[in-house]
Every structure is written in structure tokens, then in C-alpha cells.
């Protein structure tokens, strides 16, 4: 009686590993990996996001950091400087992979050329910006735009047909009086957000039948290897089959 269960267990999982490689060839697996590439692309901009601000939020909580010469606040301030050129870049990487199509738009391209400029000077100008009044102090942190300004100044001569340097000089000009990193970069947050949100909505939509027969094909093999007190692994793992399901908006269980 062992044997032949043995037997019978070891069929269904040499036959769920026979599927689990057919269902990993197909069309529908492929257009995972797609999203999955989209997301984890995302995933490093919102990492370094999250990093930026959690920065901010600690370089704040210490009165030292904002009205000292210590070498705390020196220290402090290029931790911010380095979050803020890894966001700069991990956004620019990911529009020039995924949103190729919307660099032309002026925000993606002033975040761009921002972030060209602080490689190629190897430094980011970052300046504390404090007003104190009778009713609240105002801290914000801000940047030397001079040298941005030249600098764009001078690849627009360089490079006339770059329409890109135009528009990230033209949107420079529109807010120079009244730059507040948290603030800028909170609304480009927002519309990163919406345009990787729109993306995935999209990609799914157009390959929907193929993601529903994904879903079903793993949840097949799934319950099999269930039913024979097997750990489901393959062809996706159950928390990958939980996301097919959310972005179908089917029952999660």
C-alpha cells in the first residue's frame, strides 16, 4: 500500500513538474515576467524614495542638523545628497526603460537633466532653506540653481536639437523662486505613481486572456501537489498566483 502511494505521489509531481516547464513556455508566463520586470524596475525608484524621505525626516528630527556647522550636520546633509541622486536616477532609469514614449514631458525631462547634472559634476548643490516667523518656523530643503542654469544653458548651445533641455530649462524657470525638494519630488512621486499604475492596467488588460489562463493552469497544479501534502513552488510561487489574482481583481483566498 506505501509503494503504490509512493508510486502515485511521484506521478503527480514528475506530472506537475511536466506542466509546471509548459505553463513557464508559455505565452501567458511570459507576459508575467513582463509585469514582474516592470515592478521590480519600480520597485528600486520607490526604495529609493522611501529612503529620501525617511533621510529628510531624520535629518529634521535633530535641532543640531539645522542650525549647527557640525560636522553631524556636514555628515547628514550628504546622506540627503545621496538619496537624492539615487532617486534621481533609479526614476530616469526606469522612464527611459518603461516610458519612453513621455520623456518629452517637462518634469521627466527637468528630474532627468537634473540627474545628468549631478553626474556629471559629480555633486549636488543642496541648500537648507529656514524662515522663522512669529506663527511657525518654515524648513525646507532646496538647491543652488545657478549652476543647474548655466549648466543647461550650455548643453542647449552644445546640443540645439535636444528639445529635452529646452523643456527641463523651461520648467526650471517656472518654479526658480520656490524650490522645496520634499515638495517637488512628493509630486513627482504622484505621477510616477499614476503613470506605472496605467502601465500595469494596460499590459494586463491587453493580455488579459492570457493571464487568466496562467492563473488557472497554476492553480491546477497547485491543488495537486496539495493534495498530496506537497508545498506548491511551481510554475509560480502563491504569493506570485495572490498578485494574478488582485490584478484580475478575481477572490484571493
Known amino acids: 500500500m506505501d509503494d503504490f502511494f509512493n508510486r502515485d505521489v511521484v506521478h503527480i509531481i514528475l506530472t506537475s513538474q511536466k506542466r509546471s ?20 524596475s519600480f520597485f528600486i525608484y520607490k526604495h529609493n524614495y522611501i529612503s529620501w524621505k525617511k533621510a529628510l525626516v531624520e535629518f529634521y528630527s ?42 518629452e514631458d517637462s518634469f521627466h525631462c527637468f528630474i532627468k537633466e537634473l540627474r545628468n ?12 532653506h529656514a524662515e522663522y516667523t512669529v506663527s511657525e518656523d518654515v524648513r525646507f530643503e532646496s538647491f543652488q540653481t545657478d549652476e543647474f542654469r548655466t549648466y543647461l544653458q550650455i548643453q542647449i548651445v552644445e546640443h540645439p536639437n535636444w528639445k529635452g533641455l529646452k523643456r527641463a ?18 509630486k513627482y512621486d504622484k505621477k510616477m505613481n499614476v503613470f506605472y499604475n496605467q502601465k500595469i492596467r494596460k499590459y494586463v488588460s491587453a493580455n488579459r486572456k492570457l ?5 488557472n493552469e497554476t492553480e491546477k497544479v497547485h491543488l495537486d501537489l496539495l493534495n498530496v501534502n506537497k508545498l506548491p513552488k511551481y510554475p509560480l510561487s502563491p ?5 494574478i489574482k488582485l490584478i484580475l481583481n478575481c477572490d484571493v483566498k
Open 21 to 40: 516547464i509548459e505553463i513557464r513556455n508559455s505565452d501567458g508566463y511570459k507576459c508575467f515576467k513582463t509585469i514582474q520586470t516592470i515592478r521590480n
Open 239 to 243: 504569493p506570485e498566483l495572490r498578485y
Open 117 to 128: 547634472f549631478t553626474m556629471h559634476k559629480q555633486y549636488f548643490p543642496l541648500r537648507s
Open 169 to 186: 530649462l523651461d520648467f526650471l524657470e517656472n518654479i526658480f523662486d520656490s524650490i522645496d525638494l520634499e515638495d517637488l519630488l512628493d
Open 62 to 103: 535633530n535641532e543640531v542638523n539645522l542650525t549647527s556647522d557640525s560636522v553631524r550636520r556636514h555628515f547628514r546633509q550628504r546622506i540627503l545628497v545621496a538619496k537624492i541622486h539615487n532617486l534621481l536616477s533609479s526614476a530616469t532609469i526606469f522612464n527611459e526603460i518603461h516610458n519612453v514614449g513621455r520623456l
Open 211 to 215: 493571464f487568466f489562463e496562467l492563473m
